[in-house]
C-alpha cells in the first residue's frame, strides 16, 4: 500500500496510509487528515487511490497545493513527490512490493511484475525528463554510449558524415543491398537486412549475425565504403 | 489457400524477458490458414502458460479443421459474417475449454489469458481481441494501434481521469477487464478491416508494448519491412534492452499480395441471388 509521509521543517509527525478510496486532507476535525493550521484551508486537498494509483487534487484551497514546488489542481502521484500544503510537506511513496492481499481474478500474475521494478528505476524516471519517448516506469538508463557516425569514404558524396542518432539507420540501396546499424545501450550493432551481397566490415563479409561495431571500422555496402567512428 | 500463403508473409519471436522465470505468452501464425493469434496468459505457478497454450493450440486446430471441411472449402471466398459467427464461436468454445479446466484442476484455478486474433480472408482482416494484447498496423508511413485495450487503465483514459502522458507511468497497467477462461461466457470485442498491399500488422503482448514507445516500434517497422524476421528480433531485442520486465511477444504479418476471394459462377449467381 502507498503511503504519505507527514512532516514540518524537516520533523517527521505522521505516517498515513493510503488505505481509503478518498481521503481528504484539511484544517476542519472530519478530514481524514487534519492539519490544524490557518494557512490549511478547512477542505484544502482529497487523495483519491485506485488500487496502485493515486491522484492528489486541490479543492480550491486558498493558499494552494503545491507538488515539487509546482501549484497544482489535479495531479498524478509517483514515487517521492512532495506535496506542499502551507509549511507542511506530504511526500509520496509508492508501494513497490504489491501482491499483499487477494489478487483479483483479472490480475496478471502483479506480484512479479511489481516487484521487478526496483526503486532506482523509479528515481530515474523522476529526474529524467517526461518526453513521451520515455517508456513508462521503464525509462533506460541514459545511453552510456557515445555518440557514433559513418563517414563516406568513396563515391559521389565521399566525405560526408551521417550521424547514427536514431535507434535504427538504414544504409544501402532498397532491393539490391540494405544493412541496418542498431543503437543499442551496449553498443553499436550493423545487421544485414536485404540482398543477395552481405555487408563486409574490415575486409570480411558478415553473416546473418548482428556484428558489433568498434571505433574506425570500414564498412562496404553496395559498394559504397564507409568508416564506423565514435565521436567523444 | 496457396494463395495466401504466398499473399501473406508471417513471421513470430517470443521471449520470456529478463525478469521472469517462465515465458506465458503463446503465439501462432500459418500464411496458409490467414490466422494469427497471440496469448498472454495469467494466473499462478504454470497456470498462465496453460492458459495461453490452450487458447492458441485450440483456435489454431479448430479453425484449420473448419478450414478443412467447410463447404465453401478455402478463406478465400469466406464471407465477413460467416468469418465472424466462426471466430467468435471457435472463441467461446476455447473460452468454455479453459473456464473448465480451471475450475475442474485447484492447481488451475484463477487461471485466463488475453487473446488477440487476425484471420485474413479475401483481402480483409477480422481481430478479434479480449485483454490487453494489440494489433498495430504500420501502412504508408502511419502508425495506428486497431485494438483498445480491455484494461483499468484504458477505462481511466476514457473517462479523462488520467492523462496518456501520466499513465506510462500508472502501476495498474497490469490489470485487464476482459480476458478469456476466467468466466464461463466471454464477451469478444471484433471488428473488420481493409486489407492493403505492404500493410504491416504488428500482434503483441504487453511485455513490447509497455517497454517500447510507438515511434519506436514504427521506426523498427519502417527500417526493417524488408525482413520481417530481423525487425521481430529487433523489437524483442529493443523490450529487453529497455529492461525486459515481462515476457515478449511479436507477431508481424505483411501483405505482399492479393488474396481476393476466387467467385466462380456458383458464388456470383449466390451473391446475385441475395
Redesign the interface.
Known amino acids: 500500500m502507498a503511503k504519505m509521509i507527514l512532516s514540518m521543517d524537516g520533523l517527521v509527525l505522521k505516517e498515513i496510509q493510503l488505505n481509503k478510496e478518498r481521503l481528504t486532507i484539511g484544517r476542519k476535525p472530519h478530514n481524514d487528515i487534519q492539519i490544524d493550521n490557518l494557512a490549511i484551508s478547512g477542505e484544502h486537498a482529497v487523495i483519491v487511490t485506485?488500487?496502485?494509483?493515486s491522484?492528489l487534487e486541490d479543492m480550491n484551497s486558498t493558499n494552494g497545493t503545491l507538488v515539487n514546488g509546482q501549484p497544482i489542481k489535479k495531479h498524478?502521484l509517483?514515487n517521492n513527490d512532495v506535496v506542499e500544503l502551507g509549511k507542511y510537506r506530504l511526500k509520496y511513496m509508492?508501494?513497490l512490493q504489491?501482491g499483499a492481499g487477494t489478487p483479483?481474478?483479472?490480475?496478471?500474475?502483479?506480484a512479479?511484475?511489481?516487484s521487478?521494478?526496483r526503486p532506482q528505476?523509479l528515481q530515474l524516471?523522476e529526474h529524467g525528463t517526461?518526453s513521451?519517448?520515455?517508456?513508462?516506469?521503464?525509462a533506460?538508463a541514459p545511453s552510456a554510449m557515445p555518440a557514433a557516425a559513418v563517414q563516406l569514404l568513396n563515391g559521389a558524396n565521399a566525405g560526408k558524415e551521417l550521424d547514427l542518432t536514431?535507434?535504427?539507420?538504414?544504409l544501402g540501396k532498397?532491393g539490391l543491398q540494405?544493412a541496418?546499424i542498431?543503437k543499442?545501450?551496449h553498443g553499436y550493432f550493423i545487421?544485414?537486412?536485404?540482398g543477395l551481397q552481405f555487408p563486409i566490415v574490415n575486409g570480411q563479409a558478415l553473416d546473418a549475425q548482428a556484428y558489433r561495431l568498434n571505433d574506425h571500422d570500414v564498412i562496404e555496402i553496395a559498394g559504397i565504403k564507409m568508416e564506423f567512428f565514435l565521436k567523444s | 489457400m496457396k494463395k495466401l500463403a504466398s499473399a501473406l508473409e508471417m513471421v513470430t519471436s517470443t521471449d520470456p524477458g529478463l525478469v521472469r522465470g517462465q515465458n506465458e505468452d503463446a503465439v501462432f501464425a500459418d500464411a496458409g490458414l490467414g490466422l494469427a493469434i497471440l496469448a498472454d496468459g495469467m494466473g499462478g505457478y504454470n497456470a498462465g502458460e496453460v492458459a495461453s497454450g490452450m487458447a492458441t493450440t485450440l483456435l489454431a486446430a479448430n479453425f484449420a479443421q473448419f478450414m478443412a471441411t467447410s463447404p465453401m472449402r478455402d478463406a478465400e471466398s469466406m464471407q465477413a459474417d460467416v468469418m465472424h459467427q466462426r471466430l467468435l464461436a471457435e472463441i467461446s468454445a476455447v473460452n468454455m475449454a479453459i473456464f473448465q479446466a480451471a475450475e475442474s484442476q485447484p492447481r488451475y484455478a484463477g487461471m485466463g489469458t488475453t487473446l488477440v486474433v487476425a484471420c485474413f480472408y479475401d483481402n480483409r482482416m477480422s481481430v478479434a481481441h479480449l485483454g490487453d494484447s494489440r494489433l498495430y498496423r504500420l501502412r504508408g508511413g502511419y502508425f495506428e494501434q486497431l485494438t483498445k485495450d480491455h484494461s483499468l487503465l484504458q477505462e481511466q483514459l476514457d473517462s479523462g481521469m488520467i492523462s496518456p502522458e501520466e499513465a506510462r507511468y500508472s502501476l495498474n497497467k497490469n490489470l485487464v477487464t476482459r480476458a478469456l477462461g476466467v468466466d464461463a461466457v466471454v464477451e469478444t470485442e471484433i471488428h473488420d478491416y481493409d486489407v492493403q498491399l505492404d500493410d504491416i500488422f504488428l500482434l503483441c503482448s504487453d511485455g513490447l508494448s509497455d517497454m517500447l514507445d510507438d515511434t519506436e516500434i514504427a521506426l523498427t517497422l519502417q527500417a526493417l519491412a524488408d525482413n520481417l524476421a530481423l525487425a521481430a528480433e529487433h523489437l524483442v531485442h529493443m523490450a529487453n534492452d529497455n529492461g525486459g520486465r515481462d515476457n515478449i511477444s511479436v507477431i508481424l504479418v505483411r501483405v505482399r499480395g492479393d488474396y481476393t476471394a476466387s467467385r466462380g459462377w456458383w458464388q456470383k449467381l449466390l451473391a446475385r441471388l441475395k
Open positions: 485506485i488500487l496502485n494509483d491522484f498524478f509517483r509508492a508501494e504489491v483479483s481474478e483479472y490480475e496478471k500474475s502483479s512479479i511484475r511489481s521487478a521494478i528505476d524516471v517526461r513521451n519517448v520515455a517508456p513508462a516506469a521503464a533506460p536514431k535507434t535504427l539507420t538504414t532498397p540494405v541496418v542498431a543499442r545501450p545487421t544485414h537486412v536485404e
